[in-house]
């Protein structure tokens, strides 16, 4: 029995399991109808043999090339690109999918960070860095499930942002001197977007309303429900409606915005801090 075949008996590929075992089902199953092997396809995709053993047997989350490439090659007529985004989606621990979920119907994102860039603003070396460090088992998904949800930034009618990043964030070199550069620079970028503001919390400011963590506010559309706001925990973190954990957070964020440097003199600090990097 070859390796391809085992990937039947094996519990992750079964489709019932999740969609990421489903892609990988519909994956072999159209392969095998193509008379491809594992090799075979994985040269026409411009990928290995392993890549795409992995990601039938659903121990490897598919890129969205990947995917469109595979329509191409198989004349599935963009199977594979409709079904890309719901894996994604759930790759994405299931006590974080509603925030992302209503982040997408959200007005405004208010939040505040202390130990890293805000996720929809980082760039993909910085994520890679960010998730390398943490040594976790599922690190590919969790990166390629962050990289697909900046896609609200392209929306047409995105979020606004609002953004206080602690002044570690930007003296942290995250993947060393050049991706912190480039991650400074990305962010210098993002503070041109007028629907984008972005402040910096000294070290000068000394205790202040967020030593507590990091969390972020979601201002939704009346029609869709209640502000949020979602709280980090070392294990997991937590989303809230009541308005009473609300309006906390939101206070919070108020008392920080005061203390944190103008937007004006925030970007003059990260652009400073970008030309230390190049030296």
């Not at 570690?168 to 912190?180: D, F, K, N, T």
């Amino acid at each position: 029995m070859t390796a391809e075949r085992r990937n039947d008996t094996d519990p992750k590929a079964d489709p019932k399991v999740s969609t990421l075992a489903y892609f990988g089902t519909e994956l072999r199953i159209r392969r095998e109808e193509a008379e491809l092997s594992q090799a075979e396809l994985g040269r026409r995709t411009f990928c290995t043999h392993s890549y795409v053993s992995r990601i039938e047997s659903a121990s490897r989350v598919p890129s969205e090339e990947f995917a469109q490439r595979c329509d191409e090659v198989l004349c599935t007529s963009g199977l594979f690109a409709r079904l890309w985004p719901v894996v994604i989606e759930h790759a994405y621990p299931d006590w974080f999918r509603p925030f992302v979920d209503l982040e997408k119907e959200a007005v405004s994102i208010w939040n505040f960070e202390n130990q890293v860039v805000p996720g929809l603003l980082q760039t993909e070396e910085y994520v890679r860095a960010v998730f390398d460090g943490g040594r976790l088992p599922h690190a590919r998904e969790l990166i390629a499930a962050r990289l697909t949800r900046q896609h609200i930034l392209e929306e047409e009618s995105p979020p606004e942002i609002w953004a206080v990043l602690d002044e570690s964030i930007l003296r942290r070199p995250i993947g060393g001197a050049e991706v912190m550069r480039r991650q400074l620079e990305h962010l210098l970028a993002c503070a041109a977007d007028p629907r984008v503001v972005l402040q910096v919390l000294p070290f000068t400011a000394g205790a202040h309303a967020g030593l507590n963590g990091a969390f972020a506010g979601l201002t939704m559309k009346k029609e869709v429900g209640p502000d949020v706001v979602y709280m980090d925990g070392i294990v997991r973190g937590q989303v809230y409606a009541r308005q009473v954990e609300v309006g906390a957070a939101r206070r919070a964020y108020d008392l920080l915005m005061a203390d944190a440097l103008s937007p004006r003199a925030s970007v003059d600090l990260m652009a400073a801090t970008a030309k230390e990097l190049t030296q």
